[in-house]
């Protein structure tokens, strides 16, 4: 299964999260660190021309 990079706000902490392309259309994984959902969101994975620097720019 692909594994999917996610950023979490809250956090401030990217991580990863493997699962299918079912599950990744579906749901939205919860935080390692805060356990909660609604912070996350999906970054693109394995697109090595969007860099850390331009997603933290929040
Ligand atoms: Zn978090």
Do not use: G, N
């Amino acid at each position: 299964m692909p594994v999917y990079e996610y950023f979490c706000r809250k956090c401030k902490e990217p991580f990863t999260e493997i699962m299918s392309v079912k599950q990744h259309d579906e749901q939205v994984p919860k935080c390692p660190r805060c356990q909660q959902a609604k912070e996350v969101e999906k970054r693109i994975a394995a697109v090595h021309t969007v860099t850390t620097k331009k997603w933290l720019t929040y």
